[in-house]
T-cell receptor, first 111, second 116 residues
Framework: EDKVVQSPLSLVVHEGDTVTLNCSYE??????LLWYKQEKKAPTFLFML????IEKKSGRLSSILDKKELFSILNITATQTGDSAIYLC???????????FGPGTRLSVLP | DADVTQTPRNRITKTGKRIMLECSQT?????MYWYRQDPGLGLRLIYY???????NKGEISDGYSVSRQAQAKFSLSLESAIPNQTALYFC???????????????FGPGTRLTVL
């Protein structure tokens, strides 16, 4: 059965810390892996990763995919309280039909 | 601004009642999805639709039905609500006709449903 595992499930850090969130997957017909940030209600899109080894960056956030080892990481440097959220990863299958989400990592950034 | 909207935003109902959650989008996307979110379980796919004539069951479709009334509208029904359907429900859309954007989903604000 296809699944997505995220770790840690919960993380508390202080402002300025750097965090690494992990996402591993066991899927067939993999196409892409996506990262989302969910603050209060709806998730918002962060990154889409399709190729191994190519880092995607957006400000203090970056992400990379390893298709051989079947995992992705999301890095956040110099964390701020506004980074507090649930971070979700999801995979999309090769037909673009199936989106499967992990349980999310709840990040809390303390002042 | 093009958007994904859901109504109602909050609903409390009783066991056995029929409930309909509605989703509308002005993005012009062809694909629409319904998810539920429960603490610790992430998002789980209930149903998805690739166009008006195409409806597919997701991971947890039992107890739910959907209707794609138009490209812009996708409604989710609970024929006889039960307490374990208490959850946060999200509608999402994606556009598979625009190259490079096919895997990006856009989510509505969510509907919090409580079944007593």
């Amino acid at each position: 059965e296809d699944k997505v595992v995220q770790s840690p499930l919960s993380l508390v850090v202080h402002e300025g810390d750097t965090v690494t969130l992990n996402c591993s997957y066991e899927v067939t017909n993999f196409r892409s892996l996506l990262w989302y940030k969910q603050e209060k209600k709806a998730p918002t899109f962060l990154f889409m990763l399709t190729s191994s080894g190519i880092e995607k960056k957006s400000g203090r956030l970056s992400s990379i995919l390893d298709k051989k080892e079947l995992f992705s990481i999301l890095n956040i440097t110099a964390t701020q309280t506004g980074d507090s959220a649930i971070y979700l990863c999801a995979y999309v299958d090769n037909y673009g039909q199936n989106f499967v989400f992990g349980p999310g990592t709840r990040l809390s950034v303390l002042p | 601004d093009a958007d994904v909207t859901q109504t109602p935003r909050n609903r409390i109902t009783k066991t056995g009642k029929r409930i309909m959650l509605e989703c509308s989008q002005t993005k012009g996307h062809d694909r629409m999805y319904w998810y539920r979110q429960d603490p610790g379980l992430g998002l789980r796919l209930i149903y998805y639709s690739f166009d008006v004539k195409d409806i597919n069951k997701g991971e947890i479709s039992d107890g739910y039905s959907v209707s794609r009334q138009a490209q812009a509208k996708f409604s989710l029904s609970l024929e006889s609500a039960i307490p374990n359907q208490t959850a946060l429900y999200f509608c999402a859309t994606s556009d598979h006709r625009t190259s490079g954007r096919a895997n990006e989903q856009f989510f509505g604000p969510g509907t919090r449903l409580t079944v007593l």
